[in-house]
Nanobody, 118 residues
Framework: QVQLVESGGGLVQPGGSPRLSCAASGFTFSMYTMSWYRQAPELERELVAAIGTDGRIRKYGDSVKGRFTISRDNVKNTVYLQMNNLKPEDTAVYYC???????????WGRGTLVTVSS
């Protein structure tokens, strides 16, 4: 059974630096690109960051460049999102996605809510 379980969300003060984790199981994690998306109320889901299968290639959405860092551990089957200098506009549900680059198979987590507020 495929599972992607996000954790690390919650209420964070502006300027805070939480780390999100996404633990994967049920598929060959190292063969999937991993991404973080987010969706704020009444807005479309947007790409936050993505990382290639071996971790060498990373890309970021314009709104988080220089503040967020994506990483992965192919032994622990986990992808991380280090978020720094959070702003109220970063408030959203953050989702983890796995995608097999050759077959196109995708899996999504259920999301974790990050609320940035003082």
């Amino acid at each position: 059974q495929v599972q992607l379980v996000e954790s690390g969300g919650g209420l964070v003060q502006p300027g805070g630096s939480p780390r999100l984790s996404c633990a994967a199981s049920g598929f060959t994690f190292s063969m999937y690109t991993m991404s973080w998306y987010r969706q704020a109320p009444e807005l479309e889901r947007e790409l936050v960051a993505a990382i290639g299968t071996d971790g060498r290639i990373r890309k970021y959405g314009d709104s988080v460049k220089g503040r967020f860092t994506i990483s992965r551990d192919n032994v622990k089957n986990t992808v991380y999102l280090q978020m720094n200098n959070l702003k109220p506009e970063d408030t959203a549900v953050y989702y983890c996605k796995a995608k097999q680059p050759y077959t196109g198979t995708e899996y999504w987590g259920r999301g974790t809510l990050v609320t940035v507020s003082s």
